[in-house]
């Protein structure tokens, strides 16, 4: 299973600057991996970070992480490799950020003692020291959920929702862009759920799992009307960022979460296509868009938000703050980033409709972002029910 590193600790490894060029005696760097004698880095799987690599001695390689296209861009720097270590020592990767600060802890999944392994954060924050044991195993800043996570997923909806899948569109590498479809396809309300717009942002796939797994039991029972509400359940918006190991943006360079009204990405087209082509008498009334951050937030509307989203807001989130063990979490009203082209702006510009960013810290616990996701979704129709009551449609 995956491990956090502690940062210091016996045996910490130290971090040492960057060379300013690699040693002449060993290869250029290389973007498929680096190879000694004692030990060698991988990038050949998915989700593995798309970095170069060079050789510093025997027992010690560095990694420079880069984004994929040119800032602006969140801070986001994500990396992710497999190792080998010949038997008798320890291996010690050194992974470099341009430009950037340490964002994500290393985890471990391999063979060994996760007591035996450490890691240490540059004072500046512009990199990390991995001290590995011998053996092999695979460190990446999150648990990597790629492909065949989300296949399982999928399935997992599918049965305990008694749903149908939907091919949306395609990506640039042409990967499928799929959704889960939940509920009658004539049923008047439509809520939207979509994730992994920004690969790295681990903990709210987490939250979104749990979420719409809720979901779709609550449907199955018939405790959500399948003929009142259905739901476009989009886990996976960004499948090449996720698969190539990006920090951000899809195949295109292009921020997703800043498209939404441009709709310049295969993506984000394939999603507005299919709310474009709904039958008459159905229209969108929430989108939850999962994503992380540092801390456990809701962006909400502002001054902006209409009477039907501030009663669902109330009914749905105000005071629960500190409701849920392990995941107090704040809300924050405010009408973020206008005219950028965000996920929530457009839905509700478009719309009317509460448009929510749902962020997970980054650091937070699994099972506690779980729990409260699990409780969420249950309350979450309830407040719609109330905020809908008596408004024009409904």
């Known amino acids: 299973m995956f491990a956090a590193l502690v940062a210091g600790g016996a045996g910490a490894a130290v971090f040492a600057q960057a060379p300013d060029s690699p040693p002449a005696r060993f290869s250029k760097p290389a973007l498929t991996g680096c190879h000694t004698v004692q030990g060698s880095v991988h990038f050949d799987f998915e989700g593995a970070s798309r970095s170069t690599c060079y050789v510093e001695d025997e027992r010690t390689i560095s990694i420079m992480v880069v984004p994929e296209h040119l800032p602006p861009i969140n801070p986001s720097p994500w990396y992710a490799f497999r190792y080998k270590a010949a038997e008798g020592a320890k291996l010690t990767v050194n992974v470099r950020y341009l430009g950037v600060r340490h964002r994500y802890a290393p985890k471990w999944y391999g063979r060994g003692d996760p007591a035996s392994l450490s890691v240490a954060v540059a004072k500046d924050g512009g990199g990390i020291a991995i001290t590995l044991p011998p053996g092999e195993g695979v460190v990446s800043g999150q648990p990597l959920a790629t492909s065949a996570h989300y296949a399982k997923l999928q399935e997992q909806l599918l049965q305990a929702g008694n749903g149908s ?119 969108p009334v929430l989108m939850l868009d999962f994503h992380s951050t540092n801390r456990n937030l809701f962006y909400v509307q502002g001054d902006e938000a209409s009477p039907q989203g501030k009663t669902f807001l109330e009914a749905w989130l105000n005071g629960k703050e500190t409701a849920f063990n392990g995941y107090p979490f704040e809300i924050e009203p405010r009408d973020a980033n206008p005219g950028s082209g965000t996920t929530k702006n457009w839905f509700h510009a478009t719309y009317g409709i509460p448009a929510f960013t749902y962020e997970a810290g980054d650091n937070t616990d699994p099972a506690a972002i779980r729990n409260a996701a699990e409780a969420l979704a249950t309350t979450m129709i309830p407040a719609l029910d109330s905020s809908l009551r008596g408004a024009p449609g409904q």
């Open 165 to 283: 899948t939907t091919l949306l569109g395609h990506s640039h590498d042409g990967r499928p862009v799929e959704a889960v479809h939940l509920g009658n396809a004539d049923a008047p309300r439509l809520v939207i759920l979509l994730g992994r717009q920004h690969p790295p942002e681990v903990t709210g796939a987490t939250a979104m799992d749990a979420f719409s797994l809720t979901i779709a039991k609550l449907v199955r029972s018939g405790a959500i009307d399948r003929n009142r509400y259905q739901f476009l359940i989009v886990p996976l918006l960004n499948p090449d960022g996720v698969a190539r190991g990006h920090w951000r943006a899809n195949l295109g360079g292009v921020d997703l979460n800043r498209d939404w009204g441009a709709f310049t990405q295969p993506e984000t087209r394939a999603v507005v296509d299919w709310i474009r082509r709904l039958p008459a008498g159905v229209r």
